[in-house]
T-cell receptor, first 111, second 112 residues
């Protein structure tokens, strides 16, 4: 069973625009991670945000975490065609050892 | 390349046959995970090892599935008497302690 829900399920924007994806989860967490997956490939780790952090940046990526609302968002600024992929959030629960993934957001960047 | 490798990358088999997949984690990582991903879905946890001990198994892991991690290094996932519903991407991940999980490229299984 999947813990979270991601919104939107699909997003199509023009190159250069910003893309925002949201993730909600259900249980208490140690951290939340975002991954990218190109079609038919493995998952690439993007960023990890711990439960006591509210915001984190990495290059063109900005992640926020609101533990009171059990939600997170991933912002990709100045999008590029190479950003076209599926993006997943995954939670690392307290006392649990496994990641629980959402269903992902399919992002398409149009040139 | 994350440093986690999986073999084979693709496997086509007939229903009823047995298949085995291999995962080589990042060498210093003590924890190894197997996930399954079907089309359009996020990965779902199957099982995990800490060193050579298999510490948790999902209800998704039926009796036809078995995983091993001898000597706490590489791991194998075997599916016996494959069914069409086993068709999926099988992903392996590893990590040290409670840090980031790094995923391999996956093995895509198609059962005909």
């Amino acid at each position: 069973s999947q813990q979270g829900e991601e919104d939107p399920q699909a997003l199509s924007i023009q190159e250069g625009e910003n893309a925002t994806m949201n993730c909600s989860y259900k249980t208490s967490i140690n951290n939340l991670q975002w991954y990218r997956q190109n079609s038919g490939r493995g998952l690439v780790h993007l960023i990890l945000i711990r439960s006591n952090e509210r915001e984190k940046h990495s290059g063109r990526l900005r992640v926020t975490l609101d533990t009171s609302k059990k939600s997170s968002s991933l912002l990709i600024t100045a999008s590029r065609a190479a950003d076209t992929a599926s993006y997943f959030c995954a939670t690392d629960g307290q006392g649990a050892q496994k990641l629980v993934f959402g269903q992902g957001t399919r992002l398409t960047i149009n040139p | 390349d994350t440093g986690v490798s999986q073999d084979p990358r693709h496997k086509i088999t007939k229903r009823g046959q047995n298949v085995t997949f291999r995962c080589d984690p990042i060498s210093e990582h003590n924890r190894l995970y197997w996930y399954r991903q079907t089309l359009g879905q996020g990965p779902e946890f199957l099982t995990y090892f800490q060193n050579e001990a298999q510490l948790e198994k999902s209800r998704l892991l039926s009796d036809r599935f078995s995983a091993e991690r001898p000597k706490g290094s590489f791991s194998t996932l075997e599916i016996q008497r494959t069914e069409q519903g086993d068709s999926a991407m099988y992903l392996c991940a590893s990590r040290q302690g409670k840090e980031t999980q790094y995923f391999g490229p996956g093995t895509r299984l198609l059962v005909l």
